[in-house]
């Protein structure tokens, strides 16, 4: 984009910021009300919008809001790792297998979207297989 190294490292703290300060409230209100699902969606499909924005254009500063929207999928992954540790409380070794399913689970859109991109401008590939990637997740709650 043009900038310098320490501009371009300033510029990608705010979205890691804003999820930082998102995960925590997502994940203390689904606390408090013991809703989960909500608390879960919600932030998947904000990230899906995050996605589907980068996806429909080149402008620069439309293209770093949405990085603030593509980062909220993880604030999901955080109630849902929640959500998995209490209801699997039978033993540590059933609780440890089912977290790092839903880990491996839930990185697999990282995985094949770092694979598929072919244009190294418009990555349209890549942004539908990582917005897809909330898909599944969001079906297991159903």
């Known amino acids: 984009m043009g900038y310098n190294a320490t501009i371009s490292l300033l510029l990608c703290a705010p979205p890691w910021i804003l999820k930082t300060a998102t995960s925590f409230i997502v994940a203390w209100h689904s606390d408090a009300t013991g809703e989960r ?53 039978q033993s540590q070794s059933k609780r440890a297998v089912a977290i790092a399913l839903v880990n491996s689970m839930a990185t697999i859109g990282n995985i094949g979207g770092s694979s598929v991109h072919i244009d190294l401008v418009l990555y349209a590939v890549t942004d539908t297989v990582a917005g897809a990637s909330g898909r599944p997740v969001g079906d297991l709650h159903m």
């Open 37 to 89: 699902f909500q608390h879960i969606a919600g932030p998947l499909v904000v990230s899906i919008l995050g996605f589907s924005i980068v996806i429909s254009t080149m402008t620069t500063a439309v293209r770093y809001l949405s990085l603030f929207f593509m980062t909220q999928s993880l604030a999901a992954l955080a109630v849902y790792v929640t959500w998995v540790m209490n209801t699997f409380s």
